[in-house]
């Protein structure tokens, strides 16, 4: 599928009214790893673009590992709180690029951050996330959950949970969760679906337990899919078999 083919049926075959979406920081860092790639938030305005086209409701969560980590800043040396601070604040700053190649694509955004910024952007306020998702705009939830020795994993399952999003998608730079990292082992499977526990017992390490844990505890379903191919996002909302989806029950 071409992302920017508009599909009138898409919101029909969706059964996802409201979507949160986890885009890792690496992923708008592009090949380099490092930084942000407009290039690379154009694509993804196109392909989040096409959803909120056909009426479905988007929530985005932005990490901020192309910028600042707090465990590699704490490895190099800096207070562990101080670095989960600046980790927290780079994705202030993806969110804030995102938001610009959003609205460029004409598409209403906003940027909450859970660390009160004003002056550049708004404080989270569920309430007002919500009013925003049902008048059709985009919100994007930033810094995390305001807290040291969280993720931004944890962070995208908690605004979902709030939100009673249908959905999380986490966009990564692999196609799914494997029997084993598939970075490191070239032989690890992909798996099609599976169980919350089935993650936690066989220790898969995608996404970390505390996020699991979560979307366990509140029937979150979770879809782990690679936003670098084409058209993913689109395939990944529509239920068919991309990557992988983590829910209760498999049968
Ligand atoms: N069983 C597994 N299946 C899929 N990916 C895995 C697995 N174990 C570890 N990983 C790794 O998890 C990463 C995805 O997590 P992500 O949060 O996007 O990256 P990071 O933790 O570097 O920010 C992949 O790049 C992959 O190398
Ligand atoms: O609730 C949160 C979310 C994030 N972080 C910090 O922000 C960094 C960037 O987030 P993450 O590593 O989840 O980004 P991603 O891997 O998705 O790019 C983390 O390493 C932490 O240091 C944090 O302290 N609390």
Request: proline share 3%; hydrophobic share 40%; charged share 25%.
């Amino acid at each position: 599928m071409n992302p920017t083919d508009k599909d009138p049926a898409m919101a029909e075959r969706s059964k996802y009214k409201r979507i949160l979406l986890k885009l890792s920081g690496e992923a708008l860092a592009g090949d380099e790893g490092f930084g942000i790639r407009p290039e690379v938030l154009d694509r993804m305005a196109l392909e989040i673009g096409q959803l909120v086209g056909v009426g479905i409701q988007v929530g985005l969560v932005v990490g901020g590992g192309n910028l600042f980590r707090g465990a590699a800043l704490q490895a190099a040396g800096l207070d562990r709180v101080a670095g989960d601070h600046m980790g927290m604040l780079a994705t202030v700053m993806n969110g804030l690029a995102l938001r610009d190649a959003l609205e460029r694509s004409n598409i209403s955004t906003h940027v909450m951050s859970a660390i009160p910024m004003s002056g550049v952007v708004e404080h989270y306020d569920h309430r007002r996330a919500v009013r925003y998702l049902n008048s059709g705009d985009v919100v994007i939830f930033s810094a995390g959950t305001g807290n040291p020795f969280f993720t931004t994993d944890s962070a995208a399952c908690l605004r979902a949970i709030e939100i009673e999003a249908n959905l999380m998608l986490k966009a990564t730079k692999v196609d799914g969760v494997y029997t084993d990292d598939p970075v490191k082992n070239p032989d690890a499977t992909r798996y099609e679906r599976l169980t919350y526990d089935e993650v936690l017992a066989r220790q898969l390490g995608v996404m970390d337990l505390t996020a699991i844990c979560l979307a366990r505890d509140h029937g979150l379903p979770v879809r782990v899919f690679d936003m670098n191919e084409t058209g993913s996002l689109a395939r990944a909302v529509l239920g068919t078999n991309e990557g992988t989806l983590i829910e209760q029950s498999v049968d």
